[in-house]
């Protein structure tokens, strides 16, 4: 009897919420606010803080490229296509439109699709386009977007939203205690925790940056509805079994929740979501990673970050801190990113994983510096900085079509191989969705500021707006082709003392500062710093001087590879039989018609020689070096990777010394 009252309830409730959609939806997507701030302090301020994208703009041409087409396609992605499963599952009318295909919809591998995981990069990558962009043509489309989860959420009636098929049941079951788990599922169905985290993030990131009351509202309702549905009926040991499979940093969201609400059952829950099987090893400086799926580790780490930064708990920030300097030190391949085939693997297995067709994986490389953005704001190292900046220019920023905009899944380190990019509107896996976010990002670590000092960490032409100060800034350069970088001053109002500190970088073999021409600068902490009262129109000018330097593979001796200040380097190596089709694919993520591992060419020096002997010949605006047959097999040419499209290549080359 309860449970036939208790369903007749909830049809009444749908039926009455069915009714009044229409008015709910409307009156809470046109309330805006500005957040007044934080409802609940961290525990620990920040040393440094990163600023708003919407006070930088980038500049740098390559990198403003990359921008420009991932804005287009983000404003060109269908948001009822993205509704439709959410409206499928909440038992809604889908009106005839269909979703996005594969993993958007289809099953996959038997694992039944990932549904909804791309609302959540959409939300999170159309906000912090709006920022990095200023355009407002994203503000009715992220309405829209709200509107259509609201009214799911209002015609479950319970709070949850979910577009994978019956996965409200499959939480219920969880609930219920009646679940297995492995990674990638539960209950045979792919990470349904994980898509909740990327709607929850996305919703998160719309708040923050578009004061849209509504994105705050499903957030909470959805993350209350979690915790007292399903967290709720569990005891400890249950959720970690839950916490096996992959759920990116559902940790981080429950935070986000409670920084925005001073409502301690969020933190609360938070504390609960923390994979044991993760932390606490790390915590206690020991490296398991060797085997485990990679990406499904990273984004956990991002969120115990998070919760300590609110708890306090500082074994979760030991615990962040040695996972990132682990993957930096025993896990990471010369271009920044990390993995092959998705997994970590022996340090003494990068020689002969080199030779492989797949590499590291682009989301990987998103979450790492996600995390790195965190940990460089809680310490303020410069190691971050040395990081962010490898895999920003040589994996993240390589790996788009340059004239499409879209995103290589994975990065082959094996000479003759060739990136495939995905196409707009038929891959949809989730290096579409963290590809979205990347560019819509990439002022992302260019400055920091504490109280009274600005930091200006990576020479990336570009502009700042620091609004507290009332100064704007301006940075040119085309490092590392040119050696100078350009920093005027467009306007200050302060007139109290302000420290701007310039990094010293550690692939420039001198750092020099000027100011209006006259040398100036104090090193402090790995930056040259100048303090001084500024006035519109001051210049200072850094005159770098970029280094050629090797890197063999981790763990081996027989492949080496060659940057030139944070510039990895690459060799185009001809293929006739390739089409620009060949290297585009709906559902490929690894080449198929590599080159021999021959056809690239081998070093007969030590690389310290090849370094010595290499000779700058730059055509029109490329920056090239020459290797001559003296040092090689054949003489060829070495240039910036991230500039190799539609060609195949090699990064690292063998030793026949």
Not at 237 to 244: D, P, S
Not at 327 to 339: F, I, K
Not at 559 to 583: C, M, Q, W
Request: aromatic share 12%.
């Amino acid at each position: 009897m309860c449970n036939k009252e208790e369903n007749m309830m909830k049809m009444s409730w749908k039926i009455f919420g069915s009714v009044c959609i229409s008015m709910l939806v409307c009156c809470c997507s046109v309330t805006r606010q500005t957040p007044n701030g934080i409802a609940r302090e961290r525990k620990y301020q920040p040393v440094r803080e990163l600023f708003s994208l919407s006070d930088i703009r980038v500049t740098d041409r390559q990198m403003l490229k990359i921008q420009e087409l991932d804005h287009d396609y983000l404003l060109s992605l269908d948001v009822d296509r993205l509704l439709s499963l959410f409206r499928k599952e909440a038992g809604l009318s889908q009106n005839g439109v269909r979703p996005y295909p594969y993993w958007e919809s289809e099953d996959v591998w038997g694992e039944g699709p990932l549904a909804g995981h791309i609302m959540g990069f959409w939300l999170s990558s159309a906000a912090m386009m709006y920022q990095s962009t200023g355009d407002k043509r994203f503000i009715p489309l992220v309405e829209k977007a709200l509107e259509g989860l609201r009214e799911c959420q209002l015609a479950d009636g319970e709070g949850f939203i979910g577009a994978q098929p019956g996965v409200k049941n499959v939480f219920l079951e969880v609930a219920a205690g009646r679940f297995t788990t492995s990674n990638p599922l539960v209950n045979h169905t792919w990470e349904p925790v994980y898509v909740m985290n990327k709607t929850m993030l996305g919703l998160y990131d719309v708040f923050l940056a578009m004061h849209l009351d509504l994105a705050k509202t499903i957030l909470t309702d959805l993350a209350d509805w979690f915790g007292s549905a399903v967290l709720d009926k569990l005891d400890d040991e249950q959720v970690q079994k839950l916490l096996v499979c992959e759920h990116g940093s559902i940790n981080e969201s429950f935070v986000d929740t409670y920084s925005i609400t001073g409502e301690k059952r969020f933190l609360d829950w938070a504390e609960r979501l923390n994979d044991e099987d993760m932390w606490v090893p790390a915590a206690q400086r020991r490296d398991i990673l060797q085997g485990w799926h990679a990406n499904t580790q990273i984004p956990k780490f991002t969120g115990f970050e998070r919760v300590y930064t609110y708890d306090g708990n500082a074994d979760f920030h030991a615990a962040a801190r040695f996972f990132w300097q682990t993957v930096a030190d025993n896990h990471t391949w010369v271009n920044g990113g990390n993995s092959t085939g998705e997994h970590f693997f022996p340090i003494g297995e990068f020689e002969s994983r080199l030779e492989r067709t797949s590499g590291p994986e682009s989301c990987n490389s998103v979450n790492m510096m996600r995390l790195t953005e965190a940990l460089y704001q809680d310490d303020g190292d410069m190691k971050y900085l040395d990081y962010y900046e490898r895999v920003l220019l040589n994996h993240v920023l390589a790996n788009y079509d340059p004239e499409e905009g879209m995103c290589v899944y994975y990065t082959s380190m094996r000479p003759g191989a060739y990136k495939i990019y995905s196409t707009k509107y038929d891959s949809f896996w989730c290096c579409t969705g963290s590809g979205m976010q990347a560019p819509a990002k990439f002022g992302k670590m260019i400055y920091s500021h504490s109280k009274d000092s600005l930091f200006v960490n990576l020479y990336l032409s570009s502009t700042l707006r620091w609004e507290e100060r009332g100064m704007e800034v301006r940075m040119e350069t085309d490092c590392p082709r040119g050696n100078k970088v350009r920093f005027t001053i467009g306007s200050c109002r302060g007139k109290s003392l302000c420290t701007i500190a310039f990094r010293k970088p550690w692939w420039s073999a001198r750092t020099n500062v000027t100011l209006n021409g006259v040398p100036v600068g104090a090193e402090n902490d790995g930056y040259l710093t100048i303090s001084r009262k500024w006035r519109k129109g001051d210049e200072v000018v850094i005159d770098l001087q970029p280094e050629l330097s090797c890197e063999t593979v981790k763990g081996g001796s027989h492949y080496h590879a060659f940057l030139y200040g944070p510039v990895l380097l690459g060799a185009r190596i001809d293929n006739p039989s390739l089409t620009k089709e060949d290297f585009r694919s709906p559902r490929r993520t690894v080449p198929a018609r590599n080159l021999p591992l021959d056809a690239a060419p081998q070093i007969t020096v030590s690389p310290e020689k090849v370094v010595a002997e290499m000779e700058r010949a730059d055509i029109d605006s490329l920056l090239r070096f020459h290797i001559s047959d003296s040092c090689a097999t054949r003489d060829f040419y070495l240039e910036p990777y991230n500039g190799i499209h539609f060609s195949c290549y090699a990064i690292y080359f063998q030793s026949k010394e």
